[in-house]
């Protein structure tokens, strides 16, 4: 079983930023809407994916299986057995990208950027790196 007629996609948040675990639904997204912080869901029907964002924490991940599965388990419209499909970042198959009508390749660079703090952290760690090998001479 395919796409469905009459049945929308749903794209959903699951992150615990707030101090809870929540899944909210995102409405009229799109590809800019999928946030490296946390576990995207996408509800495709008879596919879940569970998009994992490269920053999201392991509390997200393991609170988001649980949502997805009871989401699934509470569902009354006919979807039979329902597959969940991982993600990754930059690795989205055409099965997930059909549901972003305007997916932009060029947009998927800045989920791999480092964060301005992480950067300047790791050229300062690089510094120290490199004042060290020149003051012991290696």
């Not at 979807?79 to 993600?87: D, F, I, L």
């Not at 970042?89 to 703090?117: Q, S």
């Amino acid at each position: 079983m395919g796409i469905v007629v009459g049945f929308e996609p749903r794209l959903y948040a699951c992150s615990n930023a707030s101090g809870y675990f929540l899944m909210k639904e995102v409405p009229n997204f799109s590809q800019q809407d999928l946030n490296i912080n946390d576990i995207m869901v996408l509800d495709a029907f008879s596919t879940v994916f569970m998009w994992m964002g490269t920053k999201a924490c392991e509390i997200e991940k393991k609170n988001s299986y649980k949502k997805i599965d009871e989401y699934i388990k509470n569902k009354n419209d006919g979807r039979g057995n329902c597959q969940v499909v991982e993600v990754d970042p930059v690795g989205e198959p055409i099965n997930f990208r059909t549901h972003f009508p305007e997916w932009e390749e060029e947009f998927i660079a800045k989920w791999l950027e480092l964060d301005p703090y992480d950067a300047e952290l790791a050229r300062i760690k690089q510094e120290k790196h490199d004042a060290a090998h020149e003051k012991w001479g290696t």
